[in-house]
């Protein structure tokens, strides 16, 4: 098993430019989630997911949307990239909440 | 609003001693606790998970314990080895579906060989 996968591991926008960040889990896992870390604030929720064609916010949606159109894949979306957005993104996942997986992370800079 | 604080938030210790991380959370009413090391650029892993319902759980050299009513866990990590060089994180969740996991800003942990 790859466990959660993330792609891609670094990248660098401009601002303005827009990308999507791909999470893939094979655990068969029912809820996602997209997290973001930055120096200082730890780990803060962005969206999750509790199935398959859903999505809800978390702590700091604001400039980002998710899709979940298949149970094993998470798409975090940056529609009009903000030097703000500059972060390390993880995604996890779990089955009923009990513990979550990580994936290794997306280094994302926006000049 | 969920608060979680882990002191110290880094500790140098020589390999071989025993140590203490703690955790502590402003709301008592919580469904686990999970510990979980990040090594510098990777992403986390989870070390140990426990129900509000247990009191601790231990795997191999770790052991965590968790006390509710006064909002704590501690990590204990016996016989310290260079290799636990990493940065570790608590974090509370209030229920079964995940998405009010809290997280702590972590202790940054240095093992000196």
């Known amino acids: 098993n790859a466990g959660v996968t993330q792609t891609p591991k670094f990248r660098v926008l401009k601002t303005g430019q827009s990308m999507t960040l791909l999470c893939a889990q094979d655990m068969n896992h029912e809820y996602m989630y997209w997290y973001r870390q930055d120096p200082g604030m730890g780990l803060r929720l962005i969206h999750y997911s509790v199935g398959e064609g859903t999505t809800a916010k978390g702590e700091v949606p604001d400039g980002y949307n998710v899709s979940r159109l298949k149970k094993q894949n998470f798409l975090l979306g940056l529609e009009s990239a903000a030097p703000s957005q500059t972060s390390v993104y993880f995604c996890a996942s779990s089955v009923g909440g009990v513990g979550q997986f990580f994936g290794p992370g997306t280094r994302l800079t926006v000049l | 609003k969920q608060e979680v604080t882990q002191i110290p938030a880094a500790l140098s210790v020589p390999e071989g001693e025993n140590l203490v991380l703690n955790c502590s959370f402003t709301?008592?009413?919580?469904?686990?606790l999970q510990w979980f090391r990040q090594d510098p650029g990777k992403g986390l892993t989870s070390l140990l998970l426990?129900?509000?319902?247990?009191r601790e759980q231990t795997s191999g050299r770790l052991n965590a314990s968790l006390d509710k009513s006064s909002g704590r866990s501690t990590l204990y990590i016996a016989a310290s080895q260079p290799g636990d060089s990493a940065t570790y994180l608590c974090?509370?969740?209030?229920?079964?579906?995940?998405?009010?996991?809290?997280f702590g800003p972590g202790t940054r942990l240095s093992v000196l060989p």
């Open positions: 426990i129900q509000s319902s247990q």
């Open positions: 709301d008592s009413a919580i469904y686990n």
């Open positions: 974090a509370v969740t209030r229920d079964n579906y995940g998405q009010n996991f809290v």
